[in-house]
């Protein structure tokens, strides 16, 4: 059993610490799903230079790294809203106190996540 297998290369990350701690994996972006927040993608760059493949993960496998508050409200269209969430690339803290900022300060804890030494 694994964690994720890569989609280009097929090399197989057997827990999600494995994932998060290896050198060649860099999150890139994050596709929201509005509707349902947990069921969004994290996109993450495989940086193994014969593979170089984005794979994604869908949000709830990292939703359980987050012990903050979260709110109930969607600000999106609001003129508080920055609009982080409608440009996948873009992985900054949301300042907003919305329904969405949960998944990016998620994304943070994942983007700060030790890196083990390259093998």
């Not at 197989?12 to 509707?35: A, C, M």
């Not at 409608?86 to 907003?96: I, M």
Request: aromatic share 12%.
């Amino acid at each position: 059993m694994s964690f994720k297998k890569c989609t280009g290369c097929e090399y197989h990350w057997k827990t999600r610490k494995e994932f998060l701690s290896d050198p060649q994996v860099k999150l890139i972006g994050y596709q929201v799903n509005f509707d349902e927040l947990k069921t969004g993608f994290f996109m993450f760059n495989h940086l193994k230079p014969e593979c170089l493949t984005t794979v994604s993960l869908p949000t709830e496998l990292f939703s359980d790294l987050y012990r903050g508050e979260v709110y109930h409200e969607r600000m999106t269209g609001s003129v508080a809203c920055p609009g982080y969430c409608q440009h996948s690339d873009n992985l900054k803290v949301c300042p907003v106190k919305c329904e969405c900022s949960f998944v990016r300060e998620v994304m943070q804890i994942v983007i700060r996540w030790p890196k083990s030494a390259a093998a």
